[in-house]
């Protein structure tokens, strides 16, 4: 299996109740403006694992065979989006926050379900996907008062963490 192949799979497995509803843009009600999703030279998909659901809507809740009596057990990232660039799978796991809360948490949570779907498929299908996956941190405090047309290059940090401050993010500069 060529791991550019491994898109359509993914979007056979997950229900659609969490395809993000708009694949180019990060959005989170009443925390910040949307960001635009640049994903020129990229294919991708985008889930939204953090959301709100309606009483007597199912999934009433993102795991649903939990309880919801240890706190933060559905705890996940805002967005996780699936890509491939030259032939590599790229998994970015996105939070956005309006101050300096922690996000690290969240992302943690949603690499470790980002892992576990990549590792269902691999089982499925007996691949050996190896996805290399990236923390993103948007947050409101730290978002540029103006839009610029400035590219600055994209660094990670020790923690695999990359703090976001632009109008427009570049899917293809994050995958490295």
Request: hydrophobic share 40%; net charge positive; charged share 25%.
């Amino acid at each position: 299996m060529r791991q550019q192949d491994i898109l359509p799979h993914i979007e056979d497995l997950l229900i659609d109740f969490y395809k993000a509803s708009d694949q180019n843009v990060l959005k989170e009600d009443n925390v910040m403006r949307p960001i635009a999703l640049n994903k020129s030279g990229v294919r991708c998909l985008l889930y939204s694992f953090d959301r709100k659901y309606k009483k007597g809507q199912y999934p009433n809740c993102l795991f649903t065979f939990f309880k919801n009596t240890k706190p933060n057990i559905q705890s996940m990232c805002d967005y996780c989006l699936f890509g491939v660039k030259n032939g590599r799978v790229y998994i970015l796991l996105f939070e956005l926050k309006r101050g300096e809360e922690q996000v690290m948490e969240q992302l943690k949570a949603g690499e470790e379900f980002a892992k576990f779907i990549i590792a269902s498929m691999n089982r499925i299908n007996k691949w050996k996907v190896n996805p290399v996956i990236r923390y993103i941190s948007v947050r409101a405090s730290k978002m540029l008062v103006k839009p610029t047309t400035r590219i600055a290059p994209v660094k990670y940090d020790q923690f695999n963490l990359y703090t976001f401050d632009g109008y427009t993010l570049n899917v293809n500069a994050c995958m490295i």
